[in-house]
């Protein structure tokens, strides 16, 4: 979950690499570092800390390097564990994403022969495994080395009075850009939309040779490829913060029209997958992190909807659980499509005769090759590394796979169908009516601030809303929150509520709405401050400390709206305690790790 850039070309790489970076840091942000190709050497400057810590003014000029901004999994963020690493005799440069899981075996056997290593990590073994086997082919070399690598990864190498970049990949996302008279190399599409918008994805086992007006590539079993150049229509501006101060706010607020985007074209007509191939009578959600809480919420909304069992599963969890001769048809959720627990659930679902969907917002993420079919959430590049609008996205692709298959099964009559798309229709309108109230969200936040530790409670589809609502809170403003059902408080946590604990409680008219009340009485005869969110009830509102209300929706829709307040009251505390908002300490956007 580190970021790469690349540049071979005919113009001065410093800045290429450095503003590469940047466009990168949300994948990592401990260390970064730069390899450039000199006179007789390969130059290094390596740091812990930002990117803005690397000292521009110190770099040689030089037409070919490679960048690195690191997210520390083996060893501590620290200059010595900061990409680049040379091998012993400083002949090659190397960056590397993702876990070599044979690393310790690897350093041992090269330890036996001499070479020393000046790092903790798994990665600098790579740069000495090249000086190992060099035999004056580095493509060659680059080919046999990663057959001795288990693990993930996507690799850079860069070698002395060399013009060119040798690059590969297992696992984890490398990407070609493709420009006149230079070419870039990625792990990420935002680092190369500066130069070109033409690009290549390499596929697992690929490796490639990069040079200024030339690119080469082969397989795994070393025949030589082509791979498609595919055409980015993200510009620039959509990846940037468009005025916002932060990219989570801007993110938040670009949410009418990400549903709007999620729903075009597919309200009236699904065509994204041809549910009826498939055996849909059992359906498991797998994911994690938000997009398991999107995941939890569409358990709620295929069974309701589409009247289909449906289990969810943490990916993390799923493939150490026992198969059986149940085959559910199983939807992978997954944003990014790069995170490595829900990309190996895939490949087990697979593997036990499973029949696969995933949910991703990027194209051509490494999860749509694990699958049988792949549906795209419309939300843009979403920067800030807490998701907000692919989780709404999600369930917005959600409702439209419980429409068509509750269509399908012939469980859902025609006249409900149309009711369900004139409210799926509305929802932008109403999620604007909501960030025209931010303020009021905003004022709200005062009572979060002070406080140590927060509980989210809800009820059947809002109870992972709950769950969410304390996720977006501990992750960007460091508050410890809890999401529960709220039934459950009475069966232990009651004991923590003390006056400094509030409460968020989720309440819409729903068939939980009666009993919702009850339990905030409870809360309220303990003292916590309530803050309620959902439909306007004067009870309610003599029961709370706080009501910020929601647009009318059938409950079955109250999710998005709800999501909506929960984000921007984690938005504002975090903002109050003065967060590092975007990037949030210890996180990073995509988790290429198991
Ligand atoms: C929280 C968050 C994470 C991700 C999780 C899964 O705001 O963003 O919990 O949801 O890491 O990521 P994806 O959806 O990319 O698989």
């Avoid at 929601?550 to 967060?579: G, H, K, R, W």
């Amino acid at each position: 979950m580190c970021g790469i850039v690349g540049y071979t070309g005919i113009n001065s790489v410093g800045d290429i690499l450095l503003r590469g970076l940047k466009r990168l840091e949300y994948r990592g942000y401990d260390s970064a570092g730069v390899a450039i190709v000199e006179n007789d050497g390969i130059y290094l400057q390596k740091t812990k800390g930002r990117i803005r810590d690397l000292d521009e003014d110190e770099f040689p000029y030089g037409n070919v390097g490679i960048g690195h901004t690191r997210w520390a999994t083996h060893g501590k963020p620290c200059d010595e564990n900061s990409h680049p690493f040379y091998d012993c005799a400083g002949e090659f440069a190397v960056v590397h994403n993702g876990i070599i899981d044979n690393f310790v075996t690897i350093k041992e056997e090269l330890t036996k022969k001499g070479h020393e290593f000046t790092s903790e990590t798994d990665s600098e073994v790579i740069a000495h495994l090249i000086e190992d086997n060099y035999d004056d082919d580095l493509v060659a070399t680059v080919q046999k080395v990663v057959t001795k690598l288990k693990g993930s990864y996507a690799i850079c190498v860069l070698q002395k009075n060399s013009h060119r970049i040798l690059i590969a990949r297992n696992q984890s996302p490398l990407v070609i850009g493709v420009g006149v008279d230079e070419n870039l190399v990625a792990s990420d599409v935002p680092a190369l939309l500066d130069y070109t918008n033409e690009v290549k994805y390499l596929e697992d086992g690929d490796v490639a040779e990069i040079c200024s007006n030339e690119v080469r590539i082969w397989d795994s079993l070393g025949n030589a490829v082509e791979r498609e150049t595919v055409e980015i229509d993200w510009d620039l501006e959509d990846a940037e913060k468009g005025g916002y101060e932060h990219y989570m706010l801007k993110e938040i607020y670009e949410q009418p029209k990400a549903i709007h985007d999620s729903l075009l074209g597919r309200l009236f007509e699904f065509n994204d997958v041809d549910f009826k191939r498939y055996d849909t009578s059992f359906i498991r959600i797998i994911s994690c992190g938000t997009s398991y809480h999107a995941a939890l919420v569409g358990k709620y909304i295929i069974e309701e909807i589409a009247k289909i069992p449906c289990t969810v599963e943490l990916a993390s969890e799923y493939r150490y659980s026992s198969p059986s001769d149940l085959l559910p048809f199983t939807i992978l959720i997954s944003q990014s499509g790069e995170t490595a627990d829900t990309i190996v659930a895939a490949k087990e679902a697979k593997l036990r005769g499973c029949k696969t969907l995933a949910i991703t917002n990027v194209i051509n993420s490494s999860i749509t090759r694990e699958v049988n079919e792949v549906i795209y959430t419309q939300a843009g590049p979403e920067i800030g590394v807490a998701a907000t609008k692919t989780f709404t996205t999600q369930l917005i692709v959600l409702y439209l796979i419980a429409l068509e298959l509750g269509l399908n099964n012939n469980k859902l009559l025609r006249e409900d169908a149309q009711e369900y798309r004139s409210e799926l229709r509305r929802l932008p309108r109403y999620v604007k009516v909501l960030l025209d109230r931010s303020e009021q969200i905003r004022k709200v936040c005062k009572k979060l601030v002070e406080a140590d530790d927060i509980f989210f409670v809800g009820r059947n589809i809002n109870y992972p809303v709950a769950l969410e609502g304390a996720l977006k809170l501990k992750e960007i403003a460091y508050i410890h929150s809890a999401g529960y059902p709220a039934g459950e408080l009475k069966h232990g946590p009651f004991a923590l509520l003390t006056e400094s604990t509030p409460v968020v409680a989720i309440l819409v008219k729903d068939h939980t709405f009666e009993k919702m009340l009850g339990n905030i009485g409870e809360i309220a005869a303990r003292g916590s401050p309530i803050i309620a969110v959902g439909d306007h009830d004067k009870e309610l509102k003599k029961l709370s400390d706080e009501l910020i209300t929601i647009p009318s929706v059938p409950p079955m829709f109250s999710p998005i709206l709800v999501n909506v307040v929960l984000q921007l009251l984690a938005y504002y505390t975090a903002y109050e305690l003065d967060c590092s908002i975007d990037k949030p300490r210890n996180l990073a956007k995509s988790v290429t790790v198991e």
